[in-house]
C-alpha cells in the first residue's frame, strides 16, 4: 500500500508539471489543459466538458506492441485503461483547482520541458547536409583521417655536444644511466621515470617524466634527429630500452610506451561521421544564436558589480559516512512509468515506459576515427 501511495504522490507531481499554466507578461497567453481539445469524436468517458473517444482510443491501441496490446482483449480490461486515463485528467483538474501549477519547483520543471521541447522543434527544421559540404569538411579536416604511424617515447637526455672535450666523460654517465635502467623490469614505469627526474637533461621532456608523446618518424628526426628516429623502430614491447642513442647534442636513452598505427580512411569510410559532425556544428551555431538573438530581444543585462558580491562557501563537503547525507545531485524528480499505454496510474508493470526526452546540444562525436591503436601504456 506504500509503494502504491507513494507512485501515486510521485505522479501527481509529473502530472503538476505539465499543468503550469503560467501566463506572458501580455497576459494573453494561458495553456491548453483539456484533453479532447477539439471537441470531437465519439465518446466512451466523459467528464465536465472534456471526454475520451472511440477514434483516440483505436489510435492508442493501434500505436501499442501486439505484446501490451493483448492486454487489453476483454472488455474489463480495456475499462480499466480508460478509467486509468480519466484518473490522471481528473487529477490534473485537481492540481489545477489547488494551485499546484504556481508550485516553483513545478514552474522550474516545466520550464526545463518546454526548453527541451523547442531544442527538438530546431533540430526538426535543420536542412539536409549536402556532399558537397561533406568533402568540403573532409578536404579541410584531412589531417584527422590521413596519418602516418606514430610512436610515444619516453627519454633520458645526456648533454654532451660533438665538440664538447668531456663528450667521452658525458657518454661514460649516460652507459651508467642505461645499465640502470636495464636493471628495472621493462614494466616498472615509475623507477624509470625516477631516473629521469634526477639525471635527465632534456628541458622540454624532463616536466613531463621523460614523456616524448606521440610523434611521427618525421617529427621524432626534426626534434631530436635521425638517429632517435632510427632506434625507436627497433623498440617493440612496452618497456624496451634502446641502446645509447648518439647524437649532435648528447646522448639519449629511449623507452618505449606504445605505438599508433597509421590512419588512412577514405571520404566514403567517414562520411557518416563527418555528416554527424557537420549536423552538431550547424544545431550548436544555431542554438548560440538564438540564445543571442534572445537576449537582445528580451533586454538581457548581466551586472557584473552585483555578480561579484554573491558568496560561496568554499567548505569542503564532509566525507561519506561521517554526516554526510548521500543522494541524488538535485534536479527534477524522475516521474515514475507510467501505466497502461503510457497515461494510467497502475503502477509498475502495467504499460511501456516513456519515451525519452529530447536533449540540449552535446558533445560532438569524436573527431578521430574509431580503430585505432591505443598507447599500450595507458597514460
Same mark, same amino acid.
Given at each position: ?9 510521485? *505522479? +501527481?507531481?509529473?502530472?503538476? +508539471? ?27 468517458? #466523459?467528464?465536465?466538458?472534456?471526454? !475520451? ?12 506492441? =501486439? ?17 486509468? $486515463? ?17 508550485? =516553483? ?9 518546454? &526548453?527541451?521541447? $523547442?531544442?527538438? /522543434? ?11 559540404? !561533406? ?17 610515444? $617515447?619516453?627519454? !633520458? ?13 658525458? /657518454?661514460? &654517465? ?12 621493462? #614494466? ?5 621515470? %625516477? ?9 622540454? #621532456?624532463?616536466? *613531463? ?19 632517435? %628516429? ?12 634502446? =641502446?645509447?642513442?648518439? #647524437? ?45 538573438? *534572445? ?24 566525507? =561519506? ?59
Amino acid at each position: 500500500m506504500k509503494t502504491k501511495s507513494r507512485s501515486v504522490a510521485l *505522479l +501527481v507531481f509529473a502530472i503538476a +508539471v505539465c499543468v503550469t499554466g503560467c501566463k506572458r507578461s501580455s497576459g494573453s497567453e494561458t495553456m491548453n489543459f483539456k484533453h479532447n481539445k477539439e471537441g470531437k469524436g465519439t465518446p466512451v468517458a #466523459t467528464w465536465d466538458d472534456d471526454s !475520451i473517444t472511440v477514434e483516440e482510443l483505436n489510435k492508442r491501441f493501434a500505436e501499442m506492441s =501486439p505484446f501490451i496490446r493483448a492486454r487489453y482483449q476483454t472488455p474489463e480490461q480495456r475499462k480499466e485503461y480508460v478509467e486509468n $486515463l480519466v484518473r490522471v485528467e481528473l487529477l490534473v483538474e485537481e492540481a489545477r483547482r489547488r494551485g499546484l501549477q504556481n508550485e =516553483p519547483e513545478v514552474i522550474d520543471a516545466a520550464k526545463k520541458m518546454m &526548453v527541451q521541447k $523547442l531544442i527538438q /522543434k530546431l533540430d526538426e527544421t535543420k536542412a539536409p547536409i549536402s556532399d558537397a559540404e !561533406i568533402s568540403e569538411y573532409y578536404e579541410k579536416h584531412k589531417a584527422e583521417y590521413v596519418k602516418p604511424e606514430t610512436t610515444r $617515447l619516453s627519454d !633520458i637526455f645526456i648533454a654532451g655536444p660533438k665538440d664538447d672535450p668531456n663528450r667521452a666523460a658525458r /657518454k661514460k &654517465v649516460a652507459d651508467d644511466l642505461l645499465n640502470k635502467a636495464k636493471a628495472n623490469k621493462p #614494466t616498472d614505469s615509475a623507477a624509470f621515470i %625516477a631516473l629521469v627526474r634526477q639525471y635527465s637533461e632534456d628541458p622540454k #621532456t624532463k616536466p *613531463l617524466d621523460g614523456d616524448m608523446r606521440f610523434l611521427t618518424e618525421a617529427e621524432l628526426t626534426s626534434q631530436y634527429g635521425a638517429e632517435v %628516429a632510427t632506434a625507436s623502430v627497433g623498440l617493440k614491447q612496452l618497456g624496451d630500452l634502446s =641502446p645509447l642513442v648518439e #647524437t649532435q647534442q648528447g646522448f639519449y636513452i629511449l623507452r618505449f610506451q606504445g605505438r599508433q598505427a597509421a590512419v588512412n580512411h577514405s571520404l566514403d569510410q567517414v562520411k557518416t561521421q563527418i555528416q554527424s559532425r557537420i549536423s552538431f556544428d550547424r544545431r550548436q551555431q544555431n542554438f548560440n544564436k538564438l540564445v543571442d538573438d *534572445l537576449k537582445v530581444q528580451f533586454n538581457y543585462k548581466l551586472e557584473e558589480g552585483n555578480l561579484a558580491k554573491v558568496q560561496i562557501d568554499t567548505t569542503p563537503p564532509p566525507t =561519506p559516512g561521517k554526516g554526510a547525507v548521500s543522494g541524488a545531485p538535485p534536479g527534477m524528480p524522475v516521474p515514475p512509468a507510467p501505466g497502461p499505454g503510457g497515461a494510467g496510474l497502475a503502477g509498475p508493470g502495467k504499460g511501456p515506459p516513456p519515451p525519452p526526452m529530447p536533449a540540449a546540444p552535446g558533445p560532438p562525436p569524436p573527431a578521430n576515427p574509431p580503430g585505432q591503436a591505443k598507447s599500450p601504456s595507458g597514460r
